[in-house]
């Protein structure tokens, strides 16, 4: 049968993305909503808002205050299933609507969760039939906590301003927490908390969500949350990990891209023996912003496009571990075999933060142990880790930023061998690197003996 001449497999051009809005109480929920709802209608999207269920139910004369454990056990459940069957209502809704279609939960499935114990929670699942990642992974896109005013901001908590609502500032904070672990096993979790004014806070909320709509909008915007990278030595036994957390087992396959400087690629994400699909699109570099889009896909599309892999990149197997410390989400990426040599034994540390390099060093978790700062390093960007032959002997294969401007056949050969020497320094067990210092392009690596700042 003739070829169709697909070139390059391209995500649906009608988005749908589904996002959710927690957090403690008031944390800007409600005023977000209405700052979302206004600036994507501007851009001639469609809004749906689904209301707060729990408000819906409490409104007509429950107050959980007053319920005992029988009770809350009895209002969770319900509550799941009201919230599922109001969602699924707006999920119709834009399936059927012709332009794009942003979803804004206030609260999503997984947040009935933090009032109970875990025991009751998988008693709920059980009587339901229902499974922690299909209401959360592959339910929503995007889950953003705003942190609660009882938090950092405690002039401005109230309580006044809300029929529902009536914790005092501790049982608030309380509440906080216990909604943040809630959403902490999801892949796309963003915690806006209380370091700015209430108006930056807002901005940050839709930078954020713009960004993984992978809408461009200049620099409307001035959130400047940044991914930052460091190569983790010395891992601990997973028995004595000091916080909690989950692993994935994540395989991602790079694509065909018929487009230059476009990176695409396919990722499949296991916990407990099921599985969620993600295709991505990175676009070149555009006024100093990079734009990554993401689209949930189903196994069979999945299939399907993995017959469009490049087969100049192997495939890269590794163990994605997901925890939360002091209020900031973290990732460690501990690459697994098969993998090209210079993976074996590397092990990421990422997040994403608005501070400076002397404060993200000195927050970072104290039970790892940081060899690194390879943030911006394209030595250690995954698209580069898995190219399949040498670098050397692939120098145009090598990205060394995401860009549509040509480099010199003689710079691009120059700089991949400086690429291979901080790949291979990094991996020698006597070389210290200053951790606060991140990429440089000109950057030479220090002997043990030289005076450095170092976890």
Request: glycine share 4%; hydrophobic share 35%.
């Amino acid at each position: 049968m003739k070829d169709l001449e697909v070139k390059d497999p391209i995500p649906p051009t009608k988005r749908i993305h589904k996002l959710v809005l927690t957090g403690g109480p008031c944390g800007g929920k409600t005023t977000g909503q209405a700052h979302l709802a206004t600036f994507f209608e501007s851009l001639g999207w469609k809004v749906f808002r689904v209301p707060e269920t729990a408000t819906v139910l409490m409104s007509g004369g429950i107050s959980f205050g007053e319920l005992n454990e029988e009770q809350i056990l009895d209002f969770q459940e319900h509550l799941v299933a009201t919230m599922m069957a109001l969602e699924d209502t707006y999920f119709s809704m834009a399936e059927k609507c012709a332009q794009n279609v942003l979803i804004i939960a206030d609260r999503g499935t997984m947040d009935a969760s933090a009032f109970i114990s875990r025991e009751a929670w998988e008693k709920i699942l059980t009587k339901l039939n229902l499974e922690d990642i299909e209401i959360s992974d592959n339910r929503y896109n995007h889950i953003v906590h705003m942190q609660s005013a009882a938090i950092g901001a405690e002039k401005f908590y109230t309580t006044e301003d809300h029929a529902a609502r009536f914790e005092g500032i501790e049982l608030a904070r309380e509440r906080d927490k216990n909604a943040m672990e809630a959403w902490r096993d999801h892949p796309y979790v963003d915690i806006i908390d209380n370091r700015s004014d209430f108006d930056s806070k807002i901005n940050r909320l839709i930078d954020l969500v713009v960004k993984r709509t992978g809408i461009n909008v200049g620099d409307r915007f001035s959130a400047n949350s940044r991914k930052v990278k460091f190569v983790i030595t010395g891992m601990c036994p997973d028995s004595d990990f000091p916080v909690k957390f989950t692993d994935f087992q994540v395989v991602h396959h790079y694509l065909h891209s018929a487009q230059k400087g476009f990176q695409t690629r396919l990722r499949k994400r296991v916990k407990n023996g099921r599985a969620t699909y993600t295709f991505t699109v990175r676009k070149p570099e555009l006024q100093g912003q990079t734009v990554e889009v993401k689209q949930p896909i189903s196994q069979r599309d999945y299939s399907n496009l993995l017959a469009h892999r490049d087969d100049n990149h192997l495939p890269v197997f590794k163990t994605r571990r997901s925890f939360l410390y002091e209020n900031q989400q973290y990732q460690l990426d501990i690459y697994r075999a098969p993998c090209h040599s210079r993976c074996q034994g590397l092990v990421l540390l990422e997040t994403f933060t608005t501070s400076n390099d002397d404060e993200v060093v000195d927050s970072l978790p104290p039970f790892l142990k940081v060899k690194k700062n390879v943030t911006g390093d394209p030595a250690f960007s995954m698209y580069n880790l898995s190219i399949r032959s040498d670098w050397e002997d692939s120098a145009e294969q090598f990205c060394h930023k995401l860009s549509s401007d040509d480099e010199s056949e003689d710079e691009n050969v120059s700089e991949v061998r400086k690429a291979q020497e901080r790949l291979v320094h990094v991996s020698e067990e006597n070389t210290v690197f200053d951790v606060r210092k991140s990429y440089d392009r000109n950057e030479r690596p220090v002997s043990e003996s030289s005076s450095v700042c170092s976890l």
